[in-house]
């Protein structure tokens, strides 16, 4: 059997043509799935032989990612250092239908970055997207900044989106296509206290990604940098005391990035920030006269 005889989009077309030959287009015809079903999940496959490289792929946000981008049909690579992790998460993308790759990668190790596009590029010829997702958090007040928790950060967060843009930006630009979406935070457009070390590194990241849209733009490959705000992981929870009920999830994260990355040529969005409910700002209500 062929790759193309396994995907999942000439699988449900065929199962549409078998439901029509029938004529039994309000019943459940084949495996149980009503027809409607069936069409849904051939319009939904809007990237189709497409391929999206992850970092931080193994959990959380990342993870969601794969999922929700190869319920469009892409083929997934997955990096992250925890090779049990990015396996596991293969073997449901798989599951799902389109192909995967995990390849165990240190996104702070140019050695290792290269080995990752040599590895996607070995395997499924072209890269469309890239999510620089990967991201590590250690908060404390600047006097208690340890010097060698600032370089970690800023060797994940920033030097590990430059390094990873630039391994796949300059084969997008010769195809003329591609999407980069950088995972920033709102801590990269606000910031707040014992969030030093961790915004500045976020603030560097989307400054990063404007740069990447800026260069990319002439060649048709887009940049956006979506800075969500509290998301129930597990850095969140190392970090934070929450009422977990109140914090965005990482389905809704990845929800966003398949959006952005299914839009139309000429539809470009640069930013997006979303944010939990209860995180969203009161109305401001002084300018009223009392009892309004």
């Not at 390849?103 to 290269?114: A, C, M, R, Y």
């Not at 208690?144 to 928790?149: F, L, V, W």
Request: proline letters at 5%.
């Amino acid at each position: 059997m062929t790759n193309s005889d396994r995907s999942p989009l000439r699988r449900a077309a065929a199962l549409l043509r078998r439901c029509s030959r029938n004529k039994r287009l309000n019943s459940n015809p084949v495996g149980g799935e009503p027809y409607r079903d069936i069409q849904l999940k051939v319009i939904r496959m809007k990237l189709e032989g497409k391929t999206a490289v992850i970092t931080g792929a193994g959990r959380g946000i990342g993870r969601a990612t794969a999922h929700a981008l190869a319920r469009e049909g892409c083929n997934i690579v997955l990096a992250a250092p925890e090779v049990d992790q990015i396996e596991a998460v293969a073997a449901e993308i798989r599951a799902i239908g389109p192909q995967a790759l995990a390849v165990p990668t240190d996104i702070g190790l140019k050695s290792q970055v290269i080995a990752l596009a040599d590895a996607s590029f070995a395997r499924f010829g072209a890269v469309d997207i890239l999510v620089n997702n990967a991201g590590v958090a250690i908060h404390n007040a600047i006097p208690n900044i340890k010097e060698e928790d600032w370089d970690w950060m800023m060797t994940i967060n920033l030097k590990g989106t430059f390094l990873c843009t630039q391994a796949f930006f300059t084969h997008m630009c010769e195809r003329r296509t591609g999407h980069i979406v950088n995972i920033v935070s709102r801590a990269g457009k606000q910031a707040s206290a014992k969030f030093g070390a961790y915004a500045a590194s976020k603030f560097g990241m989307l400054g990063f990604t404007q740069t990447t849209d800026a260069e990319g733009i002439e060649f048709g490959v887009k940049a956006t940098a979506l800075c969500p705000g509290a998301v129930d992981t597990q850095q969140r929870s190392e970090n934070h005391v929450d009422d977990r009920s109140t914090l965005l999830q990482p389905e809704d994260i990845a929800d966003y990035v398949a959006f952005i990355v299914t839009r139309p040529a000429r539809v470009y969005i640069a930013e997006a920030t979303p944010v939990s409910q209860f995180m969203k700002p009161l109305p401001g209500t002084g300018y009223l006269k009392p009892g309004i």
